[in-house]
């Protein structure tokens, strides 16, 4: 066999090695098989539960960051780097959110003209997060104007200051609204520290046109890490004292005994069930988690949420953050409100309904509680996925077209594995 020979069939192979490659990967994607929305990969890092931003530790920082500078669109997505970029753009939006004016609606060419308009930082918190919260957290003052909730922010800097614009989580509309007094200067500063490294959205290119415009596609193919999961109340005795300290459950008074499921402790007329998947759920009759004073019912529900959700899983969730993942209003002064897990700014789907934690308050009080304990511990290998071209494809030839291409991590027993989901914009 000749030298030419030989390369001939080694090119055939490798090809052929790269397709089945491509095949299995596509076989394990539920977005083919049973679990419409997913792509299966492999692979995450080290998270540090947070850089405080403002006063909420990690639950303000969002999931996808992009700035915009002369040089271009630097995205930061997957990465532990975003709580970093966002520690040093969070000033500035909080500034805006607390100084900016009354909001006018616009249409999407002009959103997709700003997205592109250098100096500018867009925001992805993966869920509409209403202003005065997120007001609240980055900012010492509330602004009344702002009254809209948002998943897709942008910050515009320009001769007359710094515009937000946002897509409203209420009726999917944009809006733009101009904080004159805040500088577009520092803006400009912290987005040219980045470079540009060929990042797009969506709708700039033809061959993402069939799943959401406002996607964020890096140029190069994420690589996620796998993490260990383990439930930390097997892991150490005296977890279950400390769990009943943290949930206000005096060890003295508490009465603890086994069940077929786990455990389940009493005190008072309130319960705590404990089961050996690692859920903890509280049904009470008592007012025993008030709703702390705030500008708002609503604020004041979800900060209470948060730091009674926090306080319990954040000690013990290894290199995940925790971050708001949904409110849903149920009537007056009525919410459930739900926090997931994060690794390296990917969620993570824990069990049924995918979050982490689900709080319900009704009327100034949290009446239930629904925490899904987990340990995560980055391995030592990382995920090998489909390019974002053909994951898009793949998504777009299914029942998911128009949705946005994302990761998501999937626990599969002891391991959390990254892959292709179609999310929602």
Request: charged share 20%; with cysteine; net charge negative.
């Amino acid at each position: 066999m000749d030298k030419k020979c030989v390369i001939e069939v080694g090119k055939s192979l490798l090809i052929a090695a790269l397709t089945c490659s491509a095949l299995w990967l596509a076989a394990q994607s539920p977005l083919l098989g049973q679990l419409p929305g997913v792509l299966e990969g492999r692979r995450p890092e080290q998270t540090q539960t947070g850089e405080q931003a403002g006063h909420s530790g990690s639950v303000a920082v969002p999931l996808r960051m992009a700035v915009m500078n002369a040089g271009g669109c630097c995205a930061v997505q997957y990465t532990q780097q975003l709580q970093s970029l966002f520690s040093r753009v969070a000033p500035v939006l909080g500034e805006v959110l607390s100084a900016a004016g009354t909001p006018e609606q616009v249409d999407r060419a002009r959103w997709e003209a700003a997205l592109v308009t250098a100096p500018g930082a867009y925001f992805d918190f993966q869920t509409g997060v209403p202003f005065p919260v997120l007001t609240g957290w980055l900012s010492d003052r509330s602004n009344p104007r702002l009254t809209d909730a948002a998943r897709h922010m942008l910050l515009s800097g320009g001769e007359q200051g710094v515009q937000l614009y946002y897509r409203s989580a209420r009726d999917g509309a944009f809006y733009v609204c101009s904080a004159p007094s805040v500088s577009a200067d520092y803006l400009k500063t912290i987005t040219e520290q980045e470079e540009a490294n060929g990042a797009i959205f969506a709708y700039q290119s033809v061959h993402y046109e069939r799943i959401a415009p406002d996607t964020l596609i890096d140029a190069q193919t994420p690589t996620p890490r796998m993490f260990s999961v383990s439930l930390p109340l097997m892991q150490e005795e005296g977890r279950l004292e400390e769990l009943l300290d943290r949930l206000s459950f005096p060890v003295g008074i508490t009465t603890v005994y086994e069940t077929p499921e786990g455990r389940r402790a009493r005190s008072g007329n309130d319960t705590l069930t404990i089961l050996n998947n690692g859920t903890v759920v509280y049904d009470g009759e008592e007012d025993r988690y008030g709703v702390a004073p705030g500008e708002t019912p609503l604020v004041s529900a979800v900060e209470s949420a948060r730091e009674l959700v926090c306080g319990v899983l954040e000690p013990w969730c290894g290199q995940a953050r925790v971050y708001l993942s949904g409110i849903e209003g149920l009537g007056q002064d009525s919410w459930r409100i739900c926090f997931g897990y994060a690794l390296d700014n990917i969620p993570v789907r824990v069990g049924e309904g995918g979050y982490a934690a689900q709080v319900l308050v009704e009327q100034g009080y949290i009446r239930e509680l629904e925490l899904r304990l987990r340990t995560y511990t980055a391995q030592d290998s990382t995920t090998l996925l489909l390019p974002a071209r053909q994951a898009a494809a793949i998504l777009a030839d299914g029942d998911r077209q128009g949705s946005a291409l994302e990761l998501c991590y999937q626990e599969h027993g002891d391991t959390a594995i990254a892959g292709w989901i179609a999310g929602e914009q």
